[in-house]
């Protein structure tokens, strides 16, 4: 049976609490918290369940806490997929958006996700699909209101 991982000792479990107490993060709170526990003296196994985790997830937790301290016990996110769309493509979908369809060569009198979705395809030779091209707007700050245009 291995031995515990060894814990930094530049932060006291009293230190520990407040910076749980402080976080806005409630997930570093609990794993703070844990660690502070475990510093006090408490078994492995006893200061994960304060955490609402199991002592391999707790000494994993206290990797990160070794390597990068108490901001290391954040979650971190991969960012995902980058957009398809570079940033000049992406101004330039939110300028013909901005501009609104020219109904002799758009074919159309407003915007649809649909109707926008084949001008990017056409464009930009990128094939979005009709949801995306809603939350591609978002991104770009655009809501999901619109202004039906008079009759002409």
Do not use: C
């Not at 510093?39 to 070794?66: C, E, K, P, Y």
């Not at 996700?113 to 978002?138: Q, S, T, W």
């Amino acid at each position: 049976m291995g031995s515990a991982v060894k814990l930094r000792t530049n932060f006291s479990a009293g230190e520990l609490r407040r910076l749980a107490r402080n976080s806005k993060d409630v997930r570093q709170s609990s794993r703070l918290l844990s660690i502070a526990a475990v510093l006090d003296g408490m078994s492995r196994a006893d200061a994960a369940r304060i955490g609402g985790m199991d002592r391999q997830t707790l000494r994993d937790w206290v990797h990160r806490f070794n390597t990068a301290g108490p901001d290391g016990l954040v979650d971190q996110w991969a960012p995902g997929p980058a957009s398809r769309l570079s940033h000049e493509q992406q101004a330039e979908l939110a300028a013909l958006v901005e501009k609104g369809p020219d109904r002799a060569v758009d074919g159309v009198v407003r915007w649809r996700r649909i109707d926008l979705k084949k001008a990017i395809k056409d464009r930009f030779g990128i094939d979005y699909d009709a949801r995306y091209v809603g939350k591609l707007l978002h991104k770009l700050g655009f809501s999901h209101m619109s202004v039906r245009p008079r009759h002409p």
